[in-house]
């Protein structure tokens, strides 16, 4: 998740002052393609030095391949949902970009599956070397989040149904400070939008907003805690599934002039953010909030 939201800011701050110029137009005395080119180099680069200083330096152990439990494991699932997510964004961050920068369709897919691929690969195989071990579970969906992305770029229909993350801290700080919004699963909720008025049949769309979408939610209660993953229980209680249901805000029904600002416009629409629903926790009730944080 980390890295996703480092994403965001490397290359939205790199790409800001082209915006507004036309494909071909130059950047740093370089075209668009180019800077793409360098940008994501460097910025591998620099991701994979944080991650070996976070968590990696100084924890090197014989390689462990491990089975945490999947759906029933310390996070009750969250964790995996966050592997789908963080790489399903980046397969369509990387996307838009490439079209921004022009490349051609075959090429930005296959840089756009290629890279998530390779990194949730790499992490997976590193952590292999610590104590944390490889997760097969983790590296399945990592690939499904990128295959999602790839059906709905082959087939539009499916772009009616988006998956999105939000993030609210719980206050409870996990396994380490390096790692509070990544591992503070408590805070996480993770979404399927559903585009309402674009599944609506033609005669029907006039009566639902173009803006306003239907989410449903997932998360878990009690899961941050600094020794979930080693099945120890919360002060706060055991550990709970979440659901949650929710308006959404369709974001790629505003309309942008700008193709830079259609690119972060349609980036950040994979976030989901504060609007009416309620979250359910089986067996301790229903909740309903005007502004739903987590």
Do not use: C
């Not at 490889?134 to 590296?139: A, Q, T, V, W």
């Not at 790692?179 to 008025?197: E, K, M, R």
């Amino acid at each position: 998740m980390k890295r996703s939201i480092l994403t965001i800011f490397f290359v939205a701050t790199l790409f800001r002052s082209s915006a507004g110029q036309e494909r071909d137009s130059l950047f740093l005395g370089m075209n668009r393609k180019t800077v793409l080119n360098y940008s994501l180099t460097a910025y591998s680069l620099a991701s994979f030095y944080v991650e070996y200083q976070w968590w990696w330096k100084g924890n090197y152990k014989p390689f462990k391949y491990g089975n945490d439990g999947f759906l029933n494991n310390y996070s009750l699932g969250v964790d995996k949902a966050g592997h789908f997510y963080t790489s399903y964004f980046y397969f369509q961050a990387l996307y838009e970009f490439m079209e921004w920068g022009g490349f051609d369709k075959t090429t930005s897919m296959v840089t756009s599956m290629a890279i998530p691929a390779f990194y949730a690969l790499s992490i997976e195989l590193n952590d292999g070397f610590t104590y944390f071990s490889f997760s097969g579970y983790d590296l399945t969906a990592n690939m499904l989040g990128i295959g999602y992305g790839v059906l709905q770029r082959q087939y539009p229909y499916l772009n009616h149904f988006k998956f999105k993350w939000s993030y609210y801290p719980s206050g409870t700080i996990p396994l380490d400070d390096k790692f509070i919004i990544a591992n503070d699963y408590d805070g996480h909720i993770y979404w399927l939008s559903t585009d309402v008025h674009g599944i609506l049949p033609e005669p029907m769309k006039g009566y639902w907003p173009k803006f306003l979408n239907i989410a449903v939610g997932y998360g878990a209660k009690n899961v941050s805690h600094r020794n979930a993953w080693l099945g120890e229980i919360s002060s706060k209680g055991p550990k709970m599934r979440k659901f949650a249901v929710s308006l959404d805000y369709n974001l790629g029904s505003l309309n942008v002039d700008d193709d830079f600002l259609n690119v972060l416009r349609n980036i950040v629409d994979y976030f989901h953010y504060p609007a009416p629903g309620m979250t359910i926790v089986p067996g301790h009730g229903t909740e309903v909030k005007p502004f739903l944080l987590h």
